[in-house]
Structures are given as structure tokens and as C-alpha cells.
């Protein structure tokens, strides 16, 4: 089975900051990686699919890249309402960052 | 409006049996793959299992800590997934989520883009002695 690892596993950060997440698997996967917003007590959110392809109605200050064995999520400009936990996924799922306020 | 709606958690012993079962509505249920995904108390996700859709026979594939034991199965005639759950352990407990997967074309022959687009609210299985 192919490993996904992510980092950091936390982070704080403020209203405006441009924040990255990684994450790793254990060998190629390509492009095939997903990537998912969970806020507490809700399902999670498709944000993007195949690295950097970003569903319809997320918003602009989402991005992915990366390919291969390495990918990172990138939050241009934080907003309140992205405070959350991100998982990254090719089938099995990274073990997520948890965005919180600094 | 679309909608997965997980029944049959509970509370069990170490090496019981449980089924669960989701009720979809409000897509075509035949055309989509679909997934089961559980979520441990405090914990992250895990994707536990697949089924493909009738194109593609109805192929299964499974976590490698849930091989052997649990067992996805559909009837599309009454839009409903299930997953049946055997020699069930401590480290099973988590609310399981009956999940709609979509598809894209990949850059791989015959190998798609999956992901997630529906769940649902989930059902709860505890397992303790």
C-alpha cells in the first residue's frame, strides 16, 4: 500500500498569511492526489483533485502542485472561515494539518 | 438534493459481525463508484473500501487493515451500499461514512481520478469488551 505522510502535522497562523501544506507518498502516484478541507463535526470538502485542479466554487486562494512522490496545498491569503484540518489523499488518506489561529 | 443516509452502527464485542447499510438518493446510483471512509473518535480519516459500478463489474478494493474482514457489497436496484464487517476489533470503533466518489479522466491509460464529493452524516460503530 502506498503511505502518505504530511507536514506540518499543525500550524498557527493569522487572517492573511499565505500558508503551505506538504504532503508525501511513498512512491509515485503522479498526479493522482486529492485534497480535502474537514471543519469540526462536519463531512470533509473536495478542494482539489488531480494535484492542482480546483473544484468548482472553491475559491480562487486555493491552489495544489506537485507531482510525482511530492505535493503541497497552498493557502494564498488565510480567512477565518479556512481555519480547519486538511487532508491530502491518493487512496488512503495523509494524517491531515490542522489549521488553527495564532 | 443529493443524499447518503448510513445505518446499522452499534455497539459490539471484539470479534462480532455488524452490516451496515447506506440509502442513496438523488443521483444515479448504478453510475457511480462508491466508497466507505471511517473516522476514529479525535482521529483522521481512513479510506477503508471501493466498489466500482456495474461498467466495471462491480470491483472491489479494500484497506490492507480491513482485507479479509469486511466485505463491500451494492444493489443498485435499491440504491444502496453496504458494508459488511467481521472479526471486529477495538481498533475498529470510528463512525463510518458511506461516500460518493467521482471520476476524471487521469493522464494514465485506464487509470482515473477518484475523490470524495458526498458523504454522509455517518454511522457509529463501538467496539469494546
Known amino acids: 500500500d502506498i503511505q502518505m505522510t504530511q507536514s506540518p502535522s499543525s500550524l498557527s497562523a493569522s487572517v492573511g498569511d499565505r500558508v503551505t501544506i506538504t504532503c508525501r507518498a511513498s512512491?509515485?502516484?503522479?498526479?493522482?492526489l486529492n485534497w480535502y478541507q474537514q471543519k469540526p463535526g462536519k463531512a470533509p470538502k473536495l478542494l482539489i483533485y488531480?494535484?492542482?485542479n480546483l473544484l468548482s466554487g472553491v475559491p480562487s486562494r486555493f491552489s495544489g502542485s506537485g507531482y510525482g512522490t511530492e505535493f503541497t496545498l497552498t493557502i494564498s491569503s488565510l480567512q477565518p472561515e479556512d481555519f480547519a484540518t486538511y487532508y491530502c489523499?491518493?487512496?488512503?488518506f495523509g494524517p491531515g494539518t490542522k489549521v488553527d489561529i495564532k | 438534493e443529493v443524499q447518503l443516509v448510513e445505518s446499522g452502527g452499534g455497539l459490539l464485542q471484539p470479534g462480532g459481525s455488524l452490516r451496515l447499510s447506506c440509502v442513496t438518493s438523488?443521483?444515479?446510483?448504478?453510475?457511480?463508484?462508491m466508497d466507505w471512509v471511517r473516522q476514529a473518535p479525535g482521529q483522521g480519516l481512513e479510506w477503508v473500501g471501493r466498489?466500482?459500478?456495474?461498467?466495471?463489474?462491480?470491483?472491489?478494493e479494500y484497506a490492507a487493515s480491513v482485507k479479509g474482514r469486511f466485505t463491500i457489497s451494492r444493489d443498485d436496484s435499491r440504491n444502496s451500499l453496504f458494508l459488511q464487517m467481521k472479526s471486529l476489533k477495538t481498533e475498529d470503533t470510528a463512525v463510518y461514512y458511506c461516500?460518493?466518489?467521482?471520476?476524471?479522466?487521469?493522464?494514465?491509460?485506464?487509470?482515473?481520478?477518484?475523490?470524495?464529493?458526498?458523504w454522509g452524516l455517518g454511522t457509529t460503530v463501538a467496539v469494546s469488551s
Open positions: 461516500c460518493r466518489v467521482v471520476r476524471w479522466s487521469g493522464e494514465l491509460p485506464n487509470r482515473y481520478h477518484f475523490g470524495i464529493d458526498v
Open positions: 438523488g443521483f444515479t446510483f448504478s453510475d457511480h463508484y
Open positions: 466498489i466500482a459500478n456495474r461498467f466495471n463489474s462491480y470491483t472491489t
Open positions: 512512491q509515485n502516484i503522479w498526479s493522482y
Open positions: 488531480a494535484a492542482s
Open positions: 489523499q491518493q487512496i488512503s
